[in-house]
């Protein structure tokens, strides 16, 4: 953040006791502590457990994790359960947190879950989503976008299960 989202002045950085320096706007005369987004990414498992669901949305062609912003007041273990009924029109339970990373392009914390759907049933995806599949968990890895952040959520959780695998 290079200037106040009040009043547009560039911010400088300022001491403030037991924080640090941190980011001060000279003409409100207030610390600007950083503001940015937070999103879910979710690893959707079928009732067995050996299949994670991969979707492609916008038109590309790449496999990613079914995800979705957390609104304001909402408990993020709320929006894992609602993007999946949302994207993909799947009731889910067994909602568990497996890892954060902030991802700069679109300035979001990404809070990713783990979770087991109540069918494998599609048939109630919407049209925020363009394709969905099930891919058995050891054909995952190869099947979602190279060199992505769902990658890297994908394979930490992946790592996690190995004595499960299998």
Not at 38 to 64: C, D, F, W
Not at 135 to 152: F, G, M, R, T, V
Request: hydrophobic letters at 40%; glycine letters at 4%; proline letters at 5%.
């Amino acid at each position: 953040m290079k200037c106040c989202y009040e009043c547009g002045t560039p911010l400088i950085e300022k001491y403030l006791e037991k924080e640090g320096m941190v980011p001060y706007c000279p003409k409100c005369q207030q610390f600007r502590f950083p503001i940015f987004n937070t999103a879910v990414s979710m690893e959707v498992l079928n009732p067995a457990r050996t299949h994670i669901l991969l979707i492609q949305q916008y038109g590309k062609k790449r496999n990613v994790l079914v995800a979705g912003y957390v609104n304001r007041g909402e408990a993020a273990e709320k929006t894992v359960a609602r993007e999946v009924m949302e994207e993909v029109g799947l009731a889910v339970h067994d909602i568990t947190f497996c890892k954060s990373q902030f991802f700069e392009p679109s300035n979001t914390l990404m809070l990713n879950f783990s979770c087991v759907a109540e069918s494998e049933d599609l048939s109630g995806m919407t049209d925020e989503v363009d394709r969905a599949a099930w891919y058995k968990l050891d054909e995952a890895p190869q099947a979602i976008a190279q060199n992505s952040l769902a990658q890297q959520f994908l394979m930490a959780f992946l790592e996690k299960q190995v004595p499960q695998i299998g």
